[in-house]
């Protein structure tokens, strides 16, 4: 449960209609079993301890009997478990009876939650729950309520909710109650028969409300030992995070396990509820279970590249989104200042290649020719043939205005006038080719009568990586919110549908290597690798989407990069590099303090104005602490 992650279970057991004693046993071996894979928190099917299908024997005293001498079997039999349970039964309570579930923590109840909203055919034998405050149970009071708030004791966002799968249809459902109550967690137990259409839909309505409110969601169905007469159940498992489906359990699944089992993050539905400010409204009454502390083993999969879809259908709408989004944004820059081009620095290398795609589109998209970009190419001390050839051919291949000016008598003369020795090749030695060409570009928009766009990414904002007020500055940024790793698969994108010559280059440009290409080529090869110096961008994007996006403690995103990068990058690899990576993020705030303006394209951007404020001397001692 260490950084909130906490194992939870949906769990079908095999039952018998009506044989309670036996569904009880049932019950508590499968709840011996989800404790024994280290989860704290189970769900059960609704009416599991009688069976859902039976009918008009909810009326009989002694099937009413069982059920509650089931209910306090299943507690004695798991008093042992560090396990918090919801199972189903009938309960009957001064002249009615309910539909309830029982939540059960360390061989007590402690408490039920009624089903409120009932169909036709459940009003022949239950009353819809009313908030009744507590109600007897052999010796003992225990609350009775849907106004109940199940807290642990040792992990504070761990607050557990219950509804009924009846409930998910409903415009009113007890969870959104619950979500502003303060609930991260909704365990769900449903008895829904199955149809041709129906598993989908519920996958629908559980995914969909887990997103909506921000939490996680538990659906437990019933499963095929409630088959009879005309109704056929199937045993439909969900759990959903946020929208995200984590597990799915039904009977067509080959070797299908009673058990579903998987890691719920508690504290990321926590930090994101924060940004909203919705939650936490109402006041239900607070019911503690659990015990301290406890490491969790994680089983789900965190991807390597939070910013890129893994399945390809979706990749690719997302790279035509972002494109097409960064394009709009361009236009409407463009017709705004009424610029008579668009002037692109391009090196041959990732970023300026898609900034200057964007920059085509986005002229044909107000109906102009591609030959009122220019592209300008800048070689100096640091240009290999290969990206300065491959700068010609892309712009050639575009159709843009094409212009070389070679940089490197005026970098010279600088140095001469301000002392520093061409042999030095420090920061001041690359600054000086980056200031330069900066303000040739915005020379030759002043001339052209354009304006520059910008090529710098999320990534290196991130990092600072970038030479401020050189290619720091433009007067509009199109990559600023597009992360390295999915900017290689946007221009590989745009080259799958280009024409043989163009998408040739394009490819090429994405397999050169990352460098900004200021220190002199070694056997004419580039010498200056940016991923050499800070660290993999496959990683600083990583860091980026959990510590910034997410909002986690660098510990927590150290320990899933060495679940996503295991046998990739060792655990004092990914130290070190998230060291560089805060170290860097915090003190170069202040070039993100005074970045243009850029078309915010997806969930994380790091404009000053509007999704990251941040102080330019704010302190990273707290975020570096135990990376060592």
């Known amino acids: 449960?260490?950084?909130?992650?906490?194992?939870?279970?949906?769990?079908?057991?095999?039952?018998?209609?009506?044989?309670?004693?036996?569904?009880?046993?049932?019950?508590?071996?499968?709840?011996?079993?989800?404790?024994?894979?280290?989860?704290?928190?189970?769900?059960?099917?609704?009416?599991?301890?009688?069976?859902?299908?039976?009918?008009?024997?909810?009326?009989?005293?002694?099937?009413?009997?069982?059920?509650?001498?089931?209910?306090?079997?299943?507690?004695?039999?798991?008093?042992?478990?560090?396990?918090?349970?919801?199972?189903?039964?009938?309960?009957?309570?001064?002249?009615?009876?309910?539909?309830?579930?029982?939540?059960?923590?360390?061989?007590?109840?402690?408490?039920?939650?009624?089903?409120?909203?009932?169909?036709?055919?459940?009003?022949?034998?239950?009353?819809?729950?009313?908030?009744?405050?507590?109600?007897?149970?052999?010796?003992?009071?225990?609350?009775?309520?849907t106004d109940l708030l199940f807290t642990h004791t040792a992990l504070a966002e761990l607050r557990v909710g219950c509804e009924f799968g009846g409930d998910l249809a409903s415009p009113f459902a007890p969870s959104a109650d619950a979500a502003i109550a303060g609930v991260t967690v909704i365990a769900c137990l449903g008895a829904?028969?199955?149809?041709?259409?129906?598993?989908?839909?519920?996958?629908?309505?559980?995914?969909?409300?887990?997103?909506?409110?921000?939490?996680?969601?538990?659906?437990?169905?019933?499963?095929?030992?409630?088959?009879?007469?005309?109704?056929?159940?199937?045993?439909?498992?969900?759990?959903?995070?946020?929208?995200?489906?984590?597990?799915?359990?039904?009977?067509?699944?080959?070797?299908?396990?009673?058990?579903?089992?998987?890691?719920?993050?508690?504290?990321?539905?926590?930090?994101?509820?924060?940004?909203?400010?919705?939650?936490?409204?109402?006041?239900?009454?607070?019911?503690?279970?659990?015990?301290?502390?406890?490491?969790?083993?994680?089983?789900r999969t965190f991807a390597r590249l939070p910013f890129v879809p893994q399945d390809k259908a979706a990749l690719r709408e997302r790279c035509e989104t972002i494109f097409r989004l960064q394009a709009l944004g361009l236009k409407k820059r463009i017709a705004h200042t009424r610029a008579k081009t668009a002037i692109v620095g391009v090196s041959g290398g990732l970023d300026s290649t898609l900034a200057l795609l964007v920059s085509v589109r986005a002229m044909a998209l107000l109906g102009r020719p591609a030959s009122d970009v220019v592209a300008v190419t800048m070689p100096c001390f640091g240009t290999t043939s290969r990206t300065r050839s491959n700068a010609e051919r892309l712009a050639e291949q575009l159709g843009c205005t094409f212009k070389t000016v070679d940089i490197s008598a005026a970098v010279r003369q600088h140095f001469a006038d301000i002392g520093h020795a061409e042999t030095n090749t420090d920061t001041t030695y690359e600054n000086a080719q980056a200031r330069e060409r900066t303000q040739v570009l915005m020379?030759?928009?002043?001339?052209?009568?354009?304006?520059?766009?910008?090529?710098?990414?999320?990534?290196?904002?991130?990092?600072?990586?970038?030479?401020?007020?050189?290619?720091?500055m433009s007067m509009y940024g199109v990559n600023a919110s597009v992360p390295k790793t999915l900017m290689r698969h946007i221009v590989s994108h745009i080259a799958d549908g280009a024409q043989a010559p163009l998408a040739a280059v394009l490819r090429d440009i994405v397999a050169t290597p990352v460098s900004p290409e200021l220190l002199p080529p070694k056997d004419g090869e580039i010498a200056q690798k940016t991923e050499a110096i800070v660290g993999p961008y496959e990683l600083h994007d990583f860091f980026l989407y959990y510590l910034v996006r997410r909002g986690f403690a660098p510990e927590k995103v150290r320990r899933l990069a060495n679940c996503a990068f295991a046998g990739v990058y060792d655990d004092a690899t990914v130290a070190?590099?998230?060291?560089?990576?805060?170290?860097?993020?915090?003190?170069?705030?202040?070039?993100?303090?005074?970045?243009?303006?850029?078309?915010?394209?997806?969930?994380?951007?790091?404009?000053?104005?509007?999704?990251?404020?941040?102080?330019?001397?704010?302190?990273?001692a707290a975020w570096l602490d135990n990376l060592s």
């Open 1 to 145: 449960m260490k950084d909130g992650f906490v194992k939870v279970a949906c769990c079908v057991p095999s039952i018998v209609v009506a044989d309670a004693a036996h569904n009880a046993a049932q019950t508590a071996e499968l709840a011996v079993q989800a404790a024994a894979a280290g989860a704290k928190l189970a769900v059960f099917p609704e009416l599991g301890l009688t069976g859902a299908t039976c009918a008009d024997l909810f009326l009989q005293q002694r099937l009413l009997d069982a059920a509650k001498d089931a209910l306090l079997s299943v507690a004695a039999a798991t008093a042992q478990l560090d396990l918090l349970l919801f199972v189903g039964l009938p309960f009957a309570w001064q002249g009615r009876i309910y539909d309830v579930a029982a939540a059960i923590y360390g061989g007590s109840v402690l408490a039920l939650v009624p089903k409120t909203m009932l169909s036709a055919e459940e009003m022949r034998h239950f009353a819809s729950g009313e908030d009744l405050g507590e109600v007897r149970l052999g010796d003992r009071a225990v609350p009775f309520g």
């Open 192 to 299: 829904d028969a199955e149809v041709v259409g129906a598993a989908a839909r519920r996958k629908l309505l559980v995914s969909a409300q887990s997103a909506r409110l921000t939490c996680a969601y538990l659906y437990c169905g019933a499963g095929d030992g409630e088959s009879t007469q005309d109704a056929v159940f199937t045993g439909h498992a969900l759990i959903c995070e946020t929208g995200a489906v984590l597990a799915e359990r039904n009977e067509a699944q080959k070797d299908v396990s009673p058990l579903l089992l998987t890691e719920i993050d508690a504290q990321k539905i926590e930090i994101d509820r924060r940004r909203s400010g919705v939650f936490g409204g109402e006041t239900y009454r607070a019911v503690p279970f659990g015990a301290g502390l406890s490491e969790t083993e994680l089983t």
């Open 443 to 472: 020379d030759l928009a002043g001339d052209l009568g354009g304006f520059v766009v910008g090529t710098g990414d999320l990534s290196e904002l991130a990092l600072g990586w970038a030479t401020y007020n050189g290619d720091h």
């Open 576 to 620: 070190a590099w998230l060291q560089t990576f805060c170290r860097r993020f915090f003190s170069q705030q202040f070039k993100r303090s005074c970045v243009p303006d850029g078309p915010a394209v997806g969930t994380l951007t790091l404009s000053p104005r509007s999704d990251w404020r941040m102080p330019s001397d704010a302190a990273a």
